[in-house]
């Protein structure tokens, strides 16, 4: 049984997430794939302006990885581990698009929105300060993403556009093993970081922060 | 400010109870052939027996007006107060008996009591607390001092065959959606009530009402249980809107649907404002002897317990109370005739608190009312 304090994060993670994952569906983009109305060139857009999402996001992490101080080796780990299980999925991502008819030089080459920028902005700089576990609350909302967004995003795509499991592979693989995860992230919570003065709010503000620039980031599809 | 408490509890549910094997000898069978979606529907919901305002030829025995006046009759019997003594009636339902007026009049009338101030409050389930709601802070501001709260459903009589096989989309298949046959085999008949008072009663428990906090997420969701109105691709047609009301039934604008993917995504949201009650020291999980909540703990999937085990938020099910499953679920009747069987099993002892819960997914509605036994 996590302590107090270990709860008291995690509520305010919740409640975050519950605030951000019902705003995220009034977006104009997953609303229209909420009301059955997505166009191949809607998922085309989204995994252009996803792939610059992902690409930076195992390079803040890892930057995050070299902020960490000695006295908390263990859980560097942590960082260390999502950096090289995001490195991958970029490719799969591409893969996606090529096989819905993108050009694989198209999704390479494009920029990241003006949304990306803003969040990847924040990240860089919150993964330069020593010991940044406030972003685990910035990986609660883009794991929740994953574990609890794709997966559906990804089956409504495959059945609106008459898809195969294969061309929309990288939404559909994200939606795997939550609970596994939402234990290790609750044993990172509880491994002494919380013990940093002031971590557990700045924990829960990151994690709105990132949120609200998520959002933002779909938001501005296509807005270079 | 005065302290409110329910000094009686009262129900009525129609008839003797309904196994779900007589469920369509009730209801009747849509196109002529048993529900394809009925042993679906009670997988889901779990009920094992309802009652229904109905005859076996499908005649109203009742009127959810009349139903609501008995279960506040039957409240008064069991409070230290008397008919004459209610100053302010507030009733809440899904829907009422006709459009116009509103249920409370129609309840104040079966009542037979002199004028008093009334207030109808028409939802879905929560419609429940926004009627205890209202009657609490009439009394707590001294306004009134005796208050009757009733909820009262009669949803049998929608769920009829001729109600679906007028709609043409249904009759060119001769079936009928899992979306609206699910609810056939999930909401009864039935009405409850409470009797609420500034003091409490001076030989028996009362139920002290602490707070009730609703609120309502309709600006991020759709409607997701809905009635009276067609959605179609070119958006909403409410059920006035198509010229003729014969019009509106065949386009299928009087049925109830629900949407199941759009309640899923509720869920979290509740789950929430349930978080957000006890970061701000409403709820402490530690002393909550009952939860009596009109969502079954059989709903939570794993992933929603794991998540509340580790924000300390678990409310062991040994503490869990309902009786959805053997008096069926009736709406805003529901979190009254719960808390009448609470009431009456005699297991309540002073201090012990109640949390009550009554989610809504109409339009993505939650409330969540504190009791504590005085």
Same mark, same amino acid.
């Given at each position: +049984?996590?302590?107090?304090?270990?709860?008291? /994060?995690?509520?305010?993670?919740?409640?975050?997430?519950?605030?951000?994952?019902?705003?995220?569906?009034?977006?104009?983009?997953?609303?229209?794939?909420?009301?059955?109305?997505?166009?191949?060139?809607?998922?085309?857009?989204?995994?252009?302006?996803?792939?610059?999402?992902?690409?930076?996001?195992?390079?803040?992490?890892?930057?995050? !990885?070299?902020?960490?101080?000695?006295?908390?080796?263990?859980?560097?780990?942590?960082?260390?581990?999502? !950096?090289?299980?995001?490195?991958?999925?970029?490719?799969? %991502?591409?893969?996606?698009?090529?096989?819905?008819?993108?050009?694989?030089?198209?999704?390479?080459?494009?920029?990241?929105? @003006?949304?990306?920028?803003?969040?990847?902005?924040?990240?860089?700089?919150?993964?330069?300060?020593?010991?940044?576990?406030?972003?685990?609350?910035?990986?609660?909302?883009?794991?929740g993403l994953g574990q609890k967004k794709a997966g559906g995003w990804g089956s409504l795509i495959k059945k609106q556009l008459s898809l195969?499991?294969?061309?929309?592979?990288?939404?559909?693989?994200?939606?795997?093993?939550?609970?596994?995860?939402?234990?290790?992230?609750?044993?990172?919570?509880?491994?002494?970081?919380?013990?940093?003065?002031?971590?557990?709010? *700045?924990? /829960?503000?990151?994690?709105?922060?990132?949120?609200?620039?998520?959002?933002?980031?779909?938001?501005?599809?296509?807005?270079? | 400010?005065?302290?409110?408490?329910?000094?009686? %509890?009262?129900?009525?549910?129609?008839?003797?109870?309904?196994?779900?094997?007589?469920?369509?000898?009730?209801?009747?069978?849509?196109?002529?052939?048993?529900?394809?979606?009925?042993?679906?529907?009670?997988?889901?919901?779990?009920?094992?027996?309802?009652?229904?305002?109905? $005859?076996?030829?499908?005649?109203?025995?009742?009127?959810?007006?009349? +139903?609501?006046?008995?279960?506040?009759?039957?409240?008064?019997k069991n409070s230290e107060t008397a008919l004459q003594n209610i100053d302010y009636l507030a009733t809440s339902a899904t829907l009422g008996?006709?459009?116009?007026?509103?249920?409370?009049?129609?309840?104040?009338?079966?009542?037979?009591?002199?004028?008093?101030?009334?207030?109808?409050?028409?939802?879905?389930?929560?419609?429940?607390? +926004?009627?205890?709601?209202?009657?609490?802070?009439?009394?707590?501001? &001294?306004?009134?001092?005796?208050?009757?709260?009733? &909820?009262?459903?009669?949803?049998?009589?929608?769920?009829?065959?001729?109600?679906?096989?007028?709609?043409?989309?249904?009759?060119?298949?001769?079936?009928?959606?899992?979306?609206?046959?699910? %609810?056939?085999?999930?909401?009864?008949?039935?009405?409850?009530?409470?009797?609420?008072?500034? *003091?409490?009663?001076?030989?028996?428990?009362?139920?002290?009402?602490?707070?009730? $906090?609703?609120?309502?997420?309709?600006?991020?969701?759709?409607?997701?249980? /809905?009635?009276?109105?067609?959605?179609?691709?070119?958006?909403?047609?409410?059920?006035?809107?198509?010229?003729?009301?014969?019009?509106?039934?065949?386009?299928?604008? %009087?049925?109830?649907?629900?949407?199941?993917?759009?309640? *899923?995504?509720?869920?979290?949201?509740?789950?929430?404002?349930?978080? $957000?009650?006890? $970061?701000?020291?409403?709820?402490? @999980?530690?002393?909550?002897?009952?939860?009596?909540?009109?969502?079954?703990?059989?709903?939570?999937?794993?992933?929603?317990?794991?998540?509340?085990?580790?924000?300390g938020a678990m409310i062991d099910e040994r503490k869990w109370f309902t009786n959805l499953y053997t008096k069926g679920n009736t709406g805003?009747?529901?979190?009254?005739? +719960?808390?009448?069987?609470?009431?009456?099993?005699?297991?309540?002892?002073?201090?012990?608190?109640?949390?009550?819960?009554?989610?809504?997914?109409?339009?993505?509605?939650?409330?969540?009312?504190?009791?504590?036994?005085?």
């Amino acid at each position: +049984m996590a302590d107090s304090q270990t709860q008291a /994060v995690m509520r305010g993670l919740i409640k975050i997430w519950t605030d951000f994952s019902s705003e995220l569906d009034t977006v104009p983009l997953i609303d229209k794939l909420l009301r059955g109305k997505f166009r191949i060139e809607d998922y085309r857009q989204l995994l252009v302006n996803h792939r610059q999402q992902v690409i930076e996001g195992s390079r803040w992490i890892a930057r995050a !990885a070299s902020s960490v101080t000695g006295e908390y080796a263990e859980q560097r780990a942590l960082f260390l581990k999502h !950096a090289v299980a995001e490195h991958r999925d970029y490719k799969m %991502l591409e893969a996606n698009y090529v096989s819905v008819g993108g050009k694989l030089e198209d999704i390479t080459h494009a920029e990241k929105n @003006i949304g990306t920028e803003a969040l990847h902005a924040f990240m860089y700089q919150r993964a330069s300060d020593p010991n940044p576990f406030d972003l685990l609350g910035a990986m609660f909302i883009i794991e929740g993403l994953g574990q609890k967004k794709a997966g559906g995003w990804g089956s409504l795509i495959k059945k609106q556009l008459s898809l195969e499991d294969g061309q929309v592979s990288f939404l559909l693989y994200h939606s795997a093993n939550d609970e596994d995860h939402m234990r290790q992230f609750e044993t990172t919570l509880a491994s002494g970081i919380l013990g940093i003065a002031g971590m557990d709010r *700045k924990i /829960v503000k990151t994690a709105k922060i990132v949120g609200r620039l998520y959002r933002l980031q779909l938001e501005e599809m296509g807005s270079v | 400010m005065n302290d409110v408490y329910i000094n009686g %509890l009262g129900a009525f549910l129609p008839g003797v109870p309904v196994t779900n094997d007589d469920m369509e000898d009730c209801l009747g069978l849509v196109f002529g052939k048993p529900s394809k979606y009925r042993s679906l529907s009670l997988k889901q919901n779990r009920i094992k027996a309802r009652h229904y305002a109905l $005859d076996k030829q499908g005649n109203p025995l009742h009127s959810s007006s009349g +139903m609501a006046a008995a279960a506040i009759h039957a409240a008064l019997k069991n409070s230290e107060t008397a008919l004459q003594n209610i100053d302010y009636l507030a009733t809440s339902a899904t829907l009422g008996d006709g459009l116009v007026p509103g249920l409370a009049s129609h309840v104040h009338a079966a009542l037979g009591v002199e004028e008093i101030e009334i207030a109808n409050f028409q939802s879905v389930c929560a419609s429940a607390l +926004m009627a205890i709601k209202s009657a609490y802070m009439q009394l707590k501001a &001294g306004e009134h001092n005796c208050a009757a709260v009733s &909820g009262s459903e009669f949803a049998s009589r929608y769920f009829r065959p001729g109600n679906y096989e007028c709609v043409e989309a249904y009759a060119k298949t001769r079936e009928i959606p899992f979306q609206a046959d699910f %609810l056939r085999f999930t909401l009864s008949d039935g009405a409850g009530a409470a009797v609420l008072e500034t *003091k409490p009663n001076s030989r028996q428990i009362s139920l002290k009402i602490h707070w009730i $906090d609703i609120r309502s997420h309709a600006h991020r969701f759709e409607a997701c249980m /809905v009635g009276g109105v067609a959605k179609g691709d070119e958006g909403w047609r409410y059920w006035g809107g198509f010229g003729d009301p014969l019009a509106a039934a065949k386009a299928g604008a %009087l049925i109830l649907i629900q949407d199941f993917d759009l309640m *899923k995504r509720m869920l979290p949201v509740w789950v929430s404002h349930y978080l $957000d009650l006890i $970061d701000k020291g409403r709820i402490v @999980i530690d002393e909550i002897d009952y939860v009596c909540s009109h969502y079954s703990s059989h709903g939570l999937r794993e992933e929603i317990i794991v998540l509340l085990t580790q924000a300390g938020a678990m409310i062991d099910e040994r503490k869990w109370f309902t009786n959805l499953y053997t008096k069926g679920n009736t709406g805003a009747a529901s979190i009254f005739i +719960m808390l009448e069987e609470l009431y009456r099993e005699g297991n309540l002892k002073k201090g012990d608190k109640i949390l009550c819960h009554v989610p809504e997914s109409g339009r993505c509605l939650n409330g969540f009312m504190l009791l504590e036994v005085a």
